[in-house]
């Protein structure tokens, strides 16, 4: 008879705690790596009947203890236990203190956390778990986003949106602001918060103005990755090799934010291929040094990816399928 306890923080809070503890390098590392890791266990719990687990939550030690110990079959006295678990939590416990824009996904990875596992005493009232909300729809504008794991049909489509006509300055433009691996900037390549929130203006403002330029010239689609590869590469989960490359990816939480903001419509186009040929693929092509290697960096890349799309509405995306 397993039983999982679900250990629950404010990812602000677990940002700081490894930061002060020297587990991570930088603020942004730390953001990426937590969101990393939050996302792979929200994506294994999901496969789970949720009577495996029940959750304890930092911020509020005591809240439930009664019904935790008797789920994980503890004879001890509630209360005397209480007690000691009084004693023994950390007081500040509830200092989150300001939340980093960056932070935003693994927040709201965070409050579904909480309202899809834990029992509603230890919830937040003023918290939402609500999905991204799609408002904009166009018909003579689209800005498609190509999302998929490594080895999932970004090359192939890289050849054939050519035959759909599309603005490629623009498409290049965008690129090289979301993501520049060789420079360390870029909307989701900087391990800089302030680089990271200037980019987030100067993206929404070139998507407002890409949108009208389209719009005077009759329509059309924009691809925001793909087409073109330079220092962007494909966008892919993960992107590019590096010391981090477990923590080099794309957001489309965070993009569908910046989109909405911005007045355009955003399409995402999810590339499916079966776990086992992007494996193979990934050893082929020398990206993974061992099967084992290539299967652990796959399946964090696919939680991460689908943590992602569950914050958002399923208006934003649509599927293709490598192996149809």
């Not at 909307?187 to 987030?200: G, L």
């Amino acid at each position: 008879d397993l039983r999982i306890v679900l250990l629950v923080r404010h990812p602000g809070s677990i940002v700081r705690s490894g930061l002060k503890r020297h587990f991570e390098k930088t603020q942004m590392h730390a953001i990426k790596m937590y969101t990393l890791a939050l996302a792979l266990l929200s994506a294994q719990l999901s496969l789970l009947d949720p009577s495996f687990f029940a959750c304890w939550r930092y911020e509020a030690p005591t809240v439930g203890i009664s019904d935790l110990l008797q789920f994980m079959g503890s004879r001890e006295d509630p209360d005397d236990f209480k007690q000691v678990v009084a004693k023994e939590s950390r007081q500040g416990a509830n200092e989150i203190g300001a939340t980093p824009a960056a932070l935003q996904t693994a927040t709201a990875l965070h409050n579904a956390m909480l309202s899809k596992y834990c029992n509603a005493s230890l919830a937040d009232d003023n918290v939402s778990s609500q999905k991204l909300p799609k408002r904009i729809v166009s018909q003579s504008c689209r800005f498609p986003f190509f999302a998929g794991i490594e080895g999932t049909g970004h090359h192939f489509w890289h050849s054939l949106l050519p035959h759909l006509h599309p603005f490629t300055t623009w498409s290049e433009n965008f690129s090289a602001q979301l993501y520049d691996n060789y420079h360390k900037v870029g909307f989701f390549s900087t391990w800089d918060e302030s680089v990271r929130s200037n980019h987030s203006i100067r993206i929404k403002q070139m998507m407002a103005d890409a949108d009208r330029s389209i719009r005077e010239q009759g329509g059309g689609i924009l691809p925001l990755n793909v087409l073109s590869e330079g220092t962007s590469g494909m966008m892919s989960y993960p992107n590019l090799f590096g010391v981090d490359r477990a923590l080099q990816y794309p957001n489309v939480h965070a993009l569908a934010k910046l989109a909405e903001d911005a007045g355009v419509d955003l399409r995402i186009v999810l590339l499916v291929r079966h776990p086992g040929s992007i494996v193979r693929s990934g050893l082929k092509r020398h990206f993974e040094k061992t099967q084992m290697h290539a299967i652990k960096m796959y399946t964090l890349a696919l939680a991460l990816l689908s943590a992602q799309l569950s914050l958002l509405d399923p208006s934003f995306f649509a599927c293709w399928r490598y192996e149809a």
